[in-house]
């Protein structure tokens, strides 16, 4: 299994950027197509991005396509979520989390996933 770590989360006034980060380590980071997630209290868990394995295939959740970008740095065992023109309602914990899967596969469901982060803590005043 590999480990995850998040960081790069805060506080930012709306239509300010963030950029989070999630090191790897354990296992090899360029078996494991990654993706971002995000929960408010009370809410299911929803998948924000997804990157495969390649780097070649994304997903985004639609209330975000335009706004974040997902990227991965194999050398640096690092992927990242770049989030512009943040909103209030893009408040939320977000967690890192790793697929052991096929090289071009994007996963899409949380139960794809068998690796997490702790979270990081997102928030976007008005």
């Known amino acids: 299994q590999v480990q995850l770590v998040e960081s790069g989360g805060g506080l930012v006034q709306a239509g300010g950027s963030l950029r989070l980060s999630c090191a790897a380590s354990?296992?090899?980071?360029?078996?494991?197509?990654m993706g971002w997630f995000r929960q408010v209290p009370g809410k299911e868990r929803e998948l924000v991005a997804a990157i495969s394995r390649s780097g070649t295939s994304t997903y985004y959740l639609d209330s975000v396509k335009g706004r974040f970008t997902i990227s991965r740095d194999n050398a640096k065992n690092t992927v990242y979520l770049q989030m512009n023109s943040l909103k209030p309602e893009d408040t939320a914990v977000y967690y890192c989390?790793?697929?052991?899967?096929?090289?071009?596969?994007?996963?899409?469901?949380?139960?794809?996933?068998?690796?997490w982060g702790q979270g990081t803590q997102v928030t976007v005043s008005s």
């Open positions: 989390a790793a697929d052991f899967a096929s090289y071009y596969y994007t996963p899409q469901s949380v139960a794809d996933f068998g690796s």
């Open positions: 354990g296992r090899t980071f360029n078996g494991y197509a």
